[in-house]
C-alpha cells in the first residue's frame, strides 16, 4: 500500500490507530499497552469510552494538520 495514495477520514484514522495498538499489544504483551488501549476502544455506539480521549484525538489531528513538513 502507497502510505500517501489514501486519505482516512478523521474516525477511520482512530480506528486504524486501534488496530496497530491492538497488533502491538498482541506481539508485545505489554500490560502498560494493553490498559492505555483499553481506555481508548470505541463501545457500541462508536465512540470512545471516555469523551475526553475523543477531544485530545481531535486535538492530535489539528496539531498534525497544522504542522509543517520536515
Not at 26 to 42: F, I, P
Request: charged share 30%.
Amino acid at each position: 500500500m502507497d502510505a500517501n495514495a489514501e486519505t482516512l477520514t478523521v474516525e477511520q484514522a482512530y480506528r486504524a490507530m486501534l488496530a496497530f495498538l491492538e497488533r502491538e499489544v498482541e506481539l508485545t504483551e505489554s500490560l502498560d499497552l494493553a490498559d492505555l488501549l483499553a481506555g481508548y476502544r470505541l463501545g457500541d455506539d462508536g465512540h470512545a469510552s471516555d469523551p475526553a480521549l475523543w477531544d485530545e484525538w481531535m486535538e492530535a489531528v489539528e496539531r498534525v494538520r497544522t504542522s509543517q513538513p520536515d
